[in-house]
């Protein structure tokens, strides 16, 4: 007799998984938390559109810092909603005025979330696009791991080590959007690192809005770290990533760090390491040079002598990259105090400056400072700081040709590699272009003889 067989249960196509747009502006630190949503998102099993229509629903993470960015965050909300028409918001514009500014100007949108919020932007996604009730998409994909997704390219990654900031700058609207300083655990920061490090990662950059204040909000709390204490406070915080970074022959690279005396414990760390660990590079946010203005910025560690600072730290790391941004024409600028800026700049010798000319950001306390600078005359004092900075910074890089520098190769251009050295960081510096370089390996270090400078990058050769 033949056996019967076994009964078959009848298949069912799955599903098509739900599909969430995503556009992400602003700064490092909201890379960051488009990065968390994502992550979430993907280990919930949706899938990422990479078109308005193709998604069944958009995420617009928004930047609110200045006029700028307000303007293209609603003009992508817009966007967003002409084109599909379900629209979540999220991010430091949507903190403004509580979500009301944002319903304002664009009523339909469906929800409107301040920055790091992955969790209500996942209860305002469950709402309007469900996720789908599988056991195995709700476990997190292997392909997401432990690292979550990332928006930088594979070999580099924002490593956020806190969030919000207890400062009040007056030009800035930051402390009302994001609120006050509030420290991740240092053993919660170390386990992320070396996840990125171990997924590839050959470059962290820690973020912040105030990277010397880490801690402050915990009184510098011990937490723990591969079972040893460690106090949650910017010099332990350096020198166990310096450590990490150098047994996974990697960077890492401070920004937004202001001179605080204890900032002087990092210079003394990078002057010891060598191709691996804590990088020669200070961000440094100095704004301008004027006490008097300084004090009107309301501006943390406002010492009067940052000169001297800056020249004892060269004396202690010489090869020390210092980068940092001014503003121009802030209220009450007077022309003196422009030309003391530029003396500054150039007693400084600065590596790599940016400047901004003052633009009044709507619900910045400085608006209501006397005497503003007319719009022409800010303007023009950019153009002169800019100029005068090109001319330090092409005298500075050219005394670098002839040097051989260790590179990490970002992308390949036509026979050309290019990379950056230990003094570019990613977006906001310039490049090394290597010739004759298609064949390094991209994410990786070289090794480059400098043969050529320009006003903000290098060429060479490879060695
Ligand atoms: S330090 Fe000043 S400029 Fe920076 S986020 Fe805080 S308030 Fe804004």
């Known amino acids: 007799m033949m056996a019967k067989p076994a009964p078959t249960r009848p298949r069912t196509r799955p599903a098509p998984a739900p599909r969430v747009g995503f556009v992400s502006l602003g700064c490092p630190k909201a890379l960051v938390d488009s990065e968390q949503i994502l992550t979430r998102l993907s280990a919930e099993g949706y899938t990422i559109a990479p078109s308005y229509g193709g998604a069944d629903l958009v995420v617009v993470n928004t930047c609110g810092f200045i006029d700028a960015a307000v303007d293209e965050s609603l ?13 979540i918001v999220t991010g430091c514009l949507g903190a403004k005025d509580g979500g009301a500014f944002i319903r304002a ?18 209860a305002a996604v469950h709402e309007h696009l469900p996720k789908l009730h599988d056991p195995f998409v709700d476990l997190l994909p292997p392909s997401i791991g432990k690292i979550g997704v990332k928006l930088t390219p594979k070999h580099y990654a924002y490593l956020k080590i806190s969030e919000g900031c207890n400062h ?9 959007l994001r609120g006050d300083l509030v420290s991740r655990p240092i053993g919660e920061v170390m386990v992320e690192a070396e996840n990125l490090l171990k997924a590839g990662v050959r470059e962290l950059l820690v973020v912040s809005q105030d990277t010397s204040a880490y801690g402050v909000d915990v009184r510098y709390r011990t937490g723990f770290w591969r079972g040893r204490p460690l106090k949650t406070r910017m010099t332990e915080l350096a020198t166990a990533l310096a450590a990490l970074a150098v047994e996974y022959g990697a960077w890492v690279r401070l920004h937004y760090v202001y ?30 040079a004027s006490p008097r203005i300084l004090k009107l910025m309301k501006r943390p560690a406002n010492v009067e002598n940052n000169l001297k600072r800056i020249r004892a730290w060269r004396a202690a790391c010489p090869q020390l990259t210092i980068r940092s941004t001014f503003i121009v024409g802030f209220p009450g600028e007077t022309d003196a105090e422009f030309e003391a800026l530029l003396e500054f700049l150039s007693e400084a010798q600065l590596d790599r400056v940016g400047c901004f000319a003052y633009s009044p950001v709507d619900g910045a306390t400085a608006n209501a400072l006397p005497d503003p600078v007319p719009d022409a005359l800010r303007e ?18 050219k005394r670098r040709v002839g040097s051989t520098l260790t590179v990490l190769v970002d992308t390949h251009e036509g026979a050309r590699a290019l990379a950056r050295s230990a003094a570019d960081a990613p977006e906001i510096d310039g490049n090394v272009a290597i010739d004759n370089g298609a ?16 006003a903000h990058d290098l060429s060479g050769l490879p060695v």
């Open 380 to 397: 023009e004092r950019r153009a002169r700081f800019m100029a005068t900075q090109e001319a330090i910074s092409a005298h500075r890089l």
């Open 168 to 176: 009040r700058c007056t030009f800035c609207i930051i402390p009302s």
């Open 439 to 454: 064949e390094l390996p991209i994410g990786e270090f070289a090794r480059v003889r400098i043969t050529g400078a320009s």
């Open 105 to 122: 100007a664009h009523p339909k949108v469906l929800a409107v979330t301040g920055p790091h919020a992955a969790s209500e932007v996942m």
């Open 75 to 87: 003009s992508a909300i817009g966007e967003a909603l002409a084109e599909n028409g379900k629209v």
């Open 259 to 288: 001179p605080y005396p204890h900032v002087d414990d990092s210079i003394a760390l990078m002057a010891a390491e060598g191709d691996a660990g804590l990088l020669p590079y200070l961000d440094v946010p100095f704004q301008h």
